[in-house]
Every structure is written in C-alpha cells, then in structure tokens.
C-alpha cells in the first residue's frame, strides 16, 4: 500500500513539474500559418518579413539553454530558428511536437542557411 501510495505521489509530482504553458513568449493568436518551405520562397522576392507565422514539426531543440529548434523544409534540411533574445525557453520536449512559431524572417549572407529566423513567440498544437 506505501508502495503505490509513494508512486502516485510521484506521478502526481512529474506532472505538476511537467510544463502545462502552450504558448511562450510573445502572445500571439494563429492565423494562416504558412510551411517553412514558403517563407524560403517569399524570402526570394523580399529581403525582410516581419511577424510571420510559421508552422511545422520540430526536429531538434537545445537542450542546454532553450535557445534554438530546427524544422525540416520539404527537401529535409533543417532550418534553425534562434529564440530572440531569449525571451523563453524552448521545452526539452518539443522535439515530435507541431508549433505554431511566430518570428522575424530575413535573407543572411553570412549564414550557411541563407535565412536568419528570429523566434518571437510559439505556440504548440
């Protein structure tokens, strides 16, 4: 009886741990998300897009610091979005998870990805 009395008290206190927030960062309300794949194509045409909201998969996250996620374009490269100014942490969870993400999206010379995206907000489905 103490055996199943300390494991529910420990199951009960894994999920009260367990990260209950869908939303992090800035507040924001999905409307018409668009795939990573169509921000790379309306990056073509503009240099900058502002309060763009993108939805997909989420592949990897840093587990350190919360401060990075990748999601795959429809050829399988991971693209890399940095939380802006850290203003949240990533869950370690969110890898297998679909987000809504809402960021600032711009061409970068300098990157090896071509893009830099600057995560504003998430939320997760």
């Known amino acids: 009886m103490k055996k199943l009395l300390y494991s529910l008290l420990f199951v009960g206190i894994m999920t009260a741990c367990e990260s209950t927030t ?3 960062g800035d507040a924001f309300t999905a409307k018409n998300p668009v795939s990573v794949n169509d921000v790379l194509a309306q990056l073509k045409t503009a240099n900058e897009l502002k309060d763009i909201q993108i939805e997909g ?3 990897k996250s840093c587990m350190s ?5 990748t999601i795959k374009d ?3 490269t991971e693209i890399t979005f940095d939380v802006q100014d ?3 942490k990533v869950p370690t969870n969110s890898p297998g998870r679909t987000a809504v993400i809402l960021a600032d999206a711009a061409q ?3 990157s090896e990805q071509k893009v830099t995206l600057s995560v504003k907000g998430m ?3």
């Open 108 to 110: 970068d010379s300098t």
């Open 86 to 88: 850290k203003k949240f």
């Open 57 to 59: 998969k989420i592949e």
């Open 123 to 125: 939320m997760f489905k």
């Open 65 to 69: 610091e919360g401060c990075w996620f």
């Open 74 to 76: 429809a050829t399988g």
């Open 22 to 24: 869908k939303t992090f």
